[in-house]
């Protein structure tokens, strides 16, 4: 089977986790993907993105075209409103294609064009009445529990040191990056430890796996959330959670000790980090997220949908 993923990028390369869904897949054998990546915005934009890929579907053997992003997907399904490709068009939507309006409608029609249409968070189903279904993203789940003291000594934290992750980068509105400056001005003020805050920017995925198991933990304040990768492999690297009940992060972090689901009130989260730098805990029950968000078993998951779509009819 031949499938071609369908992605936006600003790097050149795919968003790690499509990369990683992508060698998911292949390792189930007998499917083969390319990449085609997305790299202009805007409607006019993304007519001319299909243009393109009109051009290389015409010289390159596809079964399936399998879409990341509502905008992506609507690249794919303009092949076939305007040229008439007979390709199967499957699209993932991930949260931000869905939380935002301007987005949304465009999303939306897309999903109409599709085939079918693949949604990462249950609190998606109510956009989408047909051809769907609830599969969040996979991680990967063999990671051993033994960078904590060797990573730590290598950035020169002590035991005074409380060390906490932001769930993304400082500059990207919709994580609430202000909300969190406020906690760490009231947590820092209220301890005697030394507080590190650190977003998750430059790092490689190597790199935030060690941090991961280095720091103390893991804050969310997000607005909107579909199903956060970073909630995820948190738990996976053992680091305590603490967020706001935002997208799937109740369902992640069902069964698993040492996730704090909190009311977005500075009060609560400095409470839980004064409890939390008081007794260094770490994630001791990994296996509900191992379980269910391995890379290999949301791979069979999509396979199943990918054989669906090609030699079954799909129905409501």
């Known amino acids: 089977m031949n499938v071609l993923f369908v992605s936006r990028s600003k790097t050149g390369k795919p968003h790690p986790f499509v990369e990683e869904q992508a060698a998911a897949l292949e390792s189930t054998g007998g499917i ?14 993304y007519i001319k993105a299909a243009c393109r890929l009109y051009k290389l ?128 001005e009231t947590f820092r003020a209220s301890t005697t430890k030394s507080v590190k805050f650190i977003e998750l ?10 941090l991961m198991q280095a720091a103390d933990a893991l804050l969310m304040c997000s607005k909107t959330e579909g199903s956060p990768q970073v ?16 997208g799937d992060v109740r369902v992640i972090c069902r069964h698993v000790d040492h996730c704090y689901i909190l009311p977005k009130r500075v009060e609560d989260y400095v409470e839980r980090l004064h409890f939390l730098s008081n007794t260094y805990p770490r994630i001791q029950n990994r296996e509900p997220v191992i379980a269910e968000y391995s890379n290999q078993h949301i791979a069979e998951k999509i396979l199943g949908i990918y054989q669906r779509v090609l030699y079954k009819p799909v129905h409501t």
Request: charged share 20%; with cysteine.
């Open 231 to 246: 909630i995820k492999e948190a738990i996976v690297n053992g680091l305590p959670v603490i967020s706001n009940d935002v």
């Open 57 to 184: 579907l015409k010289r390159t053997p596809v079964d399936l075209i399998h879409a990341h992003y509502g905008l992506s997907g609507l690249t794919a399904v303009l092949n076939k409103v305007i040229f008439g490709n007979r390709f199967k068009v499957i699209i993932t939507y991930h949260g931000s294609d869905i939380n935002k309006a301007s987005e949304r409608w465009l999303s939306l029609l897309a999903s109409r064009l599709a085939d079918f249409n693949i949604l990462v968070s249950v609190k998606m189903l109510r956009y989408f009445n047909h051809n769907r279904a609830v599969i969040p993203c996979g991680i990967n789940t063999d990671v051993a529990l033994t960078h904590r003291s060797e990573t730590r000594a290598s950035y020169g934290w002590g035991e005074n040191d409380f060390v906490i992750l932001f769930a993304s980068r400082f500059n990207i509105s919709v994580k609430d990056p202000e909300f969190a400056f406020q906690v760490m």
């Open 201 to 210: 920017k430059g790092y490689s995925r190597d790199q935030v796996t060690q």
């Open 32 to 45: 083969r993907i390319q990449h085609y990546l997305v790299r202009s915005s805007g409607l006019v934009g």
